[in-house]
């Protein structure tokens, strides 16, 4: 290729140079057809079948090559890697939701642990609260049995105070009456005006 | 004669390597044939070798492959839709060709295959060939429906249908236009740029002073030709997928 490019750069320049005088001589020496040199390379239509025959042979397998092995292969990479993707994407959410049910299992847990606990202390409370009471109860019975007990004996001992005092009245009055009057007056006519009088 | 060399049309000569004449038709196997086989054999080369491996997680060069494979499948979806699937190969092939063709050709002494109208012509007849042969299979005489829009007033109709109709027949020749012009006129300012180089600095100091600027044009214009490389066959491939789109939904 290389040596056929030099050889046409020798060759183009004289046919620049000499467009007319030279012409069939360059066209002996390079092999090129006689239209080439006229017209501008791209436009030539002598060179137009042999290029579209190439382009379709070249084209041609390459799409094969394309359609039957290349493409199937990128394709398999492309779908083998989204396939490993989305699995480890559902892994990874699978392992999500374990951690996310151990969480809520444990939080579970701990609520009911707190729940006994606040009932363990209620019911303590109020076994204390209850012992209490009790005992409070008991001290007030007995202070009040002792209240009962001390006002029996008051009064025992006002009424005996006061059975005094009328005797005392009693004999009282019949020493006046008889220092009064002279005579004696009847032991239940004193005691009846005492009474009367006491009340 | 170093203002002789710098014949900017040089490069698209086309040099017989191996003279075939069969029926009077000039089949010969020349330097343009040389480079349809180069690029088959490099693109095909290419991704058949980095993709042998079929790895997991891919390699560089595995992943341009990849790359150019889904690129060229979303544009195809996109364009045409799933439907349109079935002609992955066609636009994948015509993509990848014209592609390696369009980057060969900017190795110095390299032939550019796609700056020959016959070629890229070659390829838009395809095309189009492929859209009509495939609408008529598909919708029958209903492809006509592909010249008529709908929505169009009935006294307009006439001359709407004769502009669609011209506008259906323009499409391989603006296709193919498009990317040998591209590439012709790239390689035809590169080469007059270097050729600056190489006559100036034959002028001794100053020349070669002074030839620093159109070096520094051709450097630039080496990687604007890449780009356009890049460019040309996207817009090729893209407008493929477009009037496949066609074929497959000619009722607009």
Known sequence: MFVTSAFAEEAAPAVEGGHTGTEGDTHSSTGVPAEAHGVFPPFDPATFPSQLLWLAITFGLFYLFLKKVVMPRVGGIIDVRNDRITQDLDHAARLKGEADAAVAAYEQELAEAKTRANAIGQQANDAAKAEAETARKKIEAALDQKLGEAEARISSIKANAMKEVGTIAEDTASAIVEALVGGKASKAEIAAAVKSVAR | MAADKVDPIHQFHIVKLIPINIGGYDLSFTNSALFMVATVAVASAFLYLTTSSRSLIPTRLQSISEMAYEFVGNMLRDAAGTQGMKFFPFVFSLFMFVLVANLLGLFPYF??????????????????????????????????????????????????????????????????????????????????????????????????????????????????????????????????????????????
């Open chain 2, 111 to 252: 032939f550019t295959v796609t700056s020959h109208i016959i070629v890229t012509f070659g390829l838009a007849a395809l095309v189009i060939g492929t859209v009509v042969v495939y609408g008529f299979m598909k919708h029958g005489l209903g492809f006509l429906k592909l010249f008529v829009p709908h929505g169009v007033p009935v006294y307009l109709l006439p001359l709407v249908v004769l502009i669609e109709v011209i506008s259906f027949v323009s499409r391989p020749v603006s296709l193919s236009v498009r990317l040998f012009a591209n590439m012709l006129a790239g390689h035809i300012t590169l080469k007059v740029f270097s050729g600056f180089v190489v006559s100036l600095s034959a002028l001794g100091a100053v020349g070669v002073a002074g030839s620093v600027l159109p070096l520094a044009m051709a450097v630039a214009l080496t990687a604007l030709e890449l780009l356009v490389a890049f460019l040309q066959a996207y817009v090729f491939a893209v407008l493929t997928c477009m009037y496949l789109n066609d074929a497959l939904h000619p009722g607009h």
